[in-house]
């Protein structure tokens, strides 16, 4: 049985799964409000759907549009904007921030204060450490050749990114690679480097024993 408090507000439309908890002053299934200058799709949103197990916690806010798998946690104050899919077991900590059209695989964890941008791809067991920032924008709003060449960094399986790290838009960061922490990301990291500085430079390899188990 699921437990709403009375505090949360939750959209009449929102798909809620078996056993899910949204405590106190959460907002779930929310729409946008858009700026008069704003480049967002405006198109119809279809219902937030929260899968079984999962808990939205104090203060946070989802948006509707967005999709939440199984077990998924979004920590207190934290926000997902619309059009994301949130894989299985993902946690989204304390006030981190999903942007809008974002890709979560499963048992993805986003630490405190983290951001990640629109457009962007996080694949399986990715680790975001706090206070990351994702960019997807190498404009920073200015022309129109901007909104055909605006993406978010892809992020594959394993790899982990360290507090306060920065990638630049569009970049690619390999499977089971090392961001460093503070790191200043301007290019595609390599499967398994370990990278580190600004800007950032490979030192080494990761690790053979802190490699996941493959996939079945």
Known sequence: MSEIAGTAVVSPDTIVGA???VEDAAVVGKHPSFGKQSTAARAHLPPLQIGDGSSILAGAVVFAGTTLGRGVIVGDQACVRE?????DDVVIGRGAFVENDVTIGSRTRIQANAYVTAYSTLEEDVFIAPCAITTNDNFMGRT???HALRRGPTIRRGARIGGGAVLLPGIEI???AFVGAGAVVLRDVPARAVVVGNPARQIREVLPEELLPLPD
């Open 144 to 146: 129109e050749e901007r």
């Open 174 to 176: 390999g499977e089971e």
């Open 83 to 87: 059009r994301c899919w949130i894989g």
């Open 19 to 21: 056993d899910v908890t």
